[in-house]
């Protein structure tokens, strides 16, 4: 029928706003920023990046891969790779950014960079009261003002970040696994190279006694 969707709409408006008088949950509107909505767990912002531990640059899961840069419409993140490694959360050695800007003037929060990372490393943020005098200076966040403790993202988002805790835990237990291996395999093999350099040693022939 022509024009069901605005009377749905309309019952809708006049449900909440005789429901209002009479019921809290009715209310749809607060009175901001003295009161303020609970934001949903689904609510998405800006980006930010993930770190575990106390040290937010030394923690970061960020390992300058840079398919979030290159997967952004548009073209908002920056970043530089650097030149030496450290150990990762998996104590594997890895590359980490010494640059990693986002224009927040450009972000269109479509969450593609979140999607595209292989690394659990960049997530969605909820905050919104970013307004400031200064457009692009004000707009454009470095490493250090995206870097977020794990436990802000549980906070945050906790179905998702219960789901990326468990993948990185599978991913640590299979670095570690596979680290014991070596171990063993590196301590086999010189026991077993040991065993064939012994073997090998020529027996000096022991001297005969005069009668």
């Known amino acids: 029928m022509l024009g069901e969707g605005i009377i749905k709409g309309m ?7 005789l429901g209002s008088y009479v019921s809290a949950e009715r209310l749809t509107t607060v009175q901001y920023p003295e009161e303020r909505s609970v934001q949903i767990e689904n609510a998405r912002q800006f980006p930010f990046l993930v770190f575990d531990g106390d040290d937010p640059m030394k923690g970061l899961r960020c390992v300058a891969c840079q398919i979030c840069e290159k997967e952004c419409p548009p073209k908002c ?6 030149k030496d ?7 594997q050695m890895q590359l980490y950014p010494t640059t990693f800007n986002i224009d927040l003037s450009v ?9 595209v990372c292989p690394f659990e490393s960049i997530k969605m943020n909820t905050e919104f009261e970013l307004s400031t005098t200064d457009r692009f200076g004000g707009l454009l966040v470095n490493k250090h003002q995206l870097a977020k403790s794990n436990d802000h993202y549980r906070k945050i988002h906790p179905t998702d970040a219960s789901s ?3 993948a990185l835990a599978v991913e640590v237990a299979k670095a570690q696994a596979k680290a ?3 171990v063993e395999a590196k ?3 010189a026991a077993e190279a040991k065993a064939k350099a012994v073997a090998a040693t020529p027996v000096a022939p022991q001297p005969v006694a005069a009668t």
Request: net charge positive; hydrophobic share 35%.
């Open 180 to 182: 014991k291996a070596d």
């Open 11 to 17: 019952a809708e408006t006049a449900r909440n706003f």
């Open 187 to 189: 301590a086999k093999a």
């Open 77 to 82: 993140i920056y970043i530089v790779k650097s």
């Open 85 to 91: 490694k450290r150990a990762d959360y998996k104590g």
């Open 107 to 115: 972000c269109m929060s479509c969450g593609i960079c979140v999607e």
């Open 164 to 166: 990326s805790d468990a």
